[in-house]
């Protein structure tokens, strides 16, 4: 067991686990010595993080193939992912796409994709695993919303409203568990460096023009938002619920 571990001991989901923000958050869980799922469309990605997570740290560890809009197939991968890790206490819903278009021009089949990789998929996942979560003590989870449920951006009108919306589901979703010891919080990640962030950076004029409305001069790393989720799934996090954590360099709350 890592030295910095300060519980819960339970094991973590972790969804967009294969790739940026979710793969880091799999890495972070795993320095702690808790267990790790690592849900993702990428099912080759899920399981080398995986393996890599139980690897590099002697965590359990598991890669599970799944598209998560598809509901249905949640029973199965929770089932899957208890079977490795010995027990749930924690979700982090990582999983998400851009998804194009503003209010003039989105099509309602980006609209209903977008809204059911982050929304759908998050609330459904939760309502899924309270049994898990209920039965554990500590038990957390945590949305990653975006700077862009906060403040928008015209022209990805789905995407704004799907984290937007995390942000309610995240507020109703503590208010119902909280009596229950489950925890649940929202992180509103600024610009990170990522592969989605680097497919919308058109050029070296338009990072430049990120950067100059950064605060602290650079774009987001993975980590920075892994170990955010890490320590709102601890027991550091005990009475924090309900919460948005925007973590961006403070790019949201200044001018210039
Ligand atoms: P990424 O593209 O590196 O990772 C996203 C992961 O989600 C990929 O591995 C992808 O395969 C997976 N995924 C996509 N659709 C899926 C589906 N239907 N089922 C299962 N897995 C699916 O992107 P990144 O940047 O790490 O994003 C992670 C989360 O952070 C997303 O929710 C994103 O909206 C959010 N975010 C990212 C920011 C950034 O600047 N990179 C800023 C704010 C929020």
Known sequence: MSSISIGPETGVIV???ASGIGKATVFALAEAGRPVAAWDLNAAGAAAAAKE???RFGVAAI???IDVADTAAFATAIAESRATMGSIGGLV????ITGPGSVEDVTEEIWDRTL???LRAGAMLIRDLVPDLTRNAESAVVVISSIEGIVAHAAIVSYCSAKAGLLGLARSSAAHLGSRGVR????????????MFAAAVANADVLSAYLDRI?????GRPDDIARTARFLLSSDAAYITAAEIVVDG???RTTF
Not at 93 to 96: D, L, S, V
Not at 215 to 219: I, Y
């Open 15 to 17: 969804t967009g686990g």
């Open 184 to 195: 649940v919080n929202a992180i509103c990640p600024g610009f990170i460096e990522t592969p």
């Open 116 to 118: 059911g990789i982050h």
């Open 63 to 65: 890669g599970i193939g």
């Open 53 to 55: 997570a139980s690897e």
């Open 93 to 96: 819903h990582g999983a998400g």
């Open 250 to 252: 403070g790019v949201t």
């Open 215 to 219: 605060p602290l001069k650079r774009l």
